[in-house]
């Protein structure tokens, strides 16, 4: 960990940022401008726990010596944003905790190429998924996402990005990298909220619309409670996914369960062209465990219809599920085995 000045005693108390992205010029750039010249500036990473330990025991030094907390954090290129967030946040509030009950992880800062979005969400890319997931995680886990290298990109492309992220990330602030200063982060930030603020975890809320297009980004959200034959689902997520079949699946993410796998959950994601699925950790008799489909989808000019068709054909008919469930398991599945690794399709 390098630390920079301390903070002045005239300095504006905010607690702690957090600043990632995928460049280390730009999150050391953009730390810098964030910080100015009066907060603890510090560079940690790539070890998420021993990151969060580092900004941790600075925040309590300068706690228990009566300095105002005033640090940013940036991380280096590569290191996961949510688990970094999560984890500093509990850290800090177990022992910081503030009387008005305010998260002391004030905000979290997200630098993001436009070019690299623009590729991997609207160019069918479909060879780069962990580079995906890493700017999805940026996005969909800050409370200030920084666009940079918006001049390379369209203007008419640049918009949608925008869309995109405001649905992908509803509760985020979304800026270019030119316009970003000291003062542009808000007094109090929202990361306590960070858990649960991504698109498609509200989308899944009981409380929001199944589907939704606000005239450039469809949402829709696709639920059934029987599991899914893997063989066909492998055929139907060929075309689903193919652009201008059933119009562009920009991003999914949601649950699933396969017949073939009914004793675990799964996690179902997708950037553009490319998905993942993995086991979660929830067997699927655990009382907090989804069941069946749920999965939200944000995609351009999306002919919801036949997205809900496709996906109808490929659950288990009810001849299928009056079988037995033991003879499941015999069913073609064409997808990688789960064993604790990631696999994509």
Request: hydrophobic share 40%.
């Given at each position: 960990m390098t630390t920079g000045p301390a903070s002045s005693p005239t300095s504006r108390h905010r607690g702690i940022v957090?600043?990632?992205?995928?460049?280390?010029?730009?999150?050391?750039?953009?730390?810098?401008?964030?910080?100015?010249?009066?907060?603890?500036?510090?560079?940690?990473?790539?070890?998420?726990?021993?990151?969060?330990?580092?900004?941790h025991r600075l925040a309590l030094d300068l706690a228990r010596s009566g300095d105002r907390v005033d640090v940013v954090a940036a991380l280096v290129p590569g290191t996961p944003l949510r688990a970094s967030a999560l984890l500093l946040g509990a850290l800090v509030d177990?022992?910081?905790?503030?009387?008005?009950?305010?998260?002391?992880?004030q905000h979290v800062v997200a630098g993001v190429s436009a070019v690299d979005l623009a590729d991997l969400a609207l160019r069918g890319v479909d060879d780069r998924f962990f580079a995906a997931e890493h700017v999805i995680d940026l996005v969909e886990h800050a409370t200030v996402v920084m666009l940079t290298d918006t001049a390379a990109v369209p203007p008419q492309d640049l918009q949608i990005l925008e869309r995109l992220l405001a649905r992908l990330a509803p509760e985020t602030a979304v800026l270019r990298a030119e316009d970003l200063a000291r003062d542009s982060l808000s007094a109090r930030g929202g990361a306590a909220q960070l858990g649960g603020a991504a698109g498609w975890m509200q989308a899944l809320s009981e409380h929001t619309p199944d589907h939704h297009d606000d005239g450039t980004i469809t949402t829709?959200?696709?639920?059934?409670e029987r599991p899914f034959h893997p063989e066909r689902l492998a055929a139907v997520v060929e075309r689903t996914f193919a652009p201008g079949a059933v119009g562009t699946v920009l991003r999914s993410r949601g649950f699933t369960q396969f017949a073939t796998r009914s004793d675990r959950a799964g996690s179902w994601s997708s950037v553009g062209q490319m998905l993942s699925l993995d086991p979660t950790s929830l067997p699927s008799w655990h009382p907090d465990s989804p069941h069946g489909q749920q999965i939200a989808f944000f995609g351009l000019d999306l002919d919801v219809a036949a997205v809900r068709r496709d996906l109808d054909t490929c659950l288990l008919t009810n001849d299928e599920l009056l079988s037995d469930p033991a003879s499941w398991r015999d069913l073609v599945d064409p997808f990688p085995v789960w064993d604790g690794h990631r696999h994509t399709h």
């Open positions: 957090l600043v990632g992205g995928q460049d280390a010029a730009e999150i050391e750039r953009t730390a810098q401008v964030i910080a100015g010249d009066a907060s603890h500036l510090v560079t940690v990473g790539p070890d998420v726990q021993e990151g969060a330990d580092d900004v177990s022992d910081l905790g503030r009387p008005s009950g305010e998260c002391l992880l829709f959200v696709y639920r059934d």
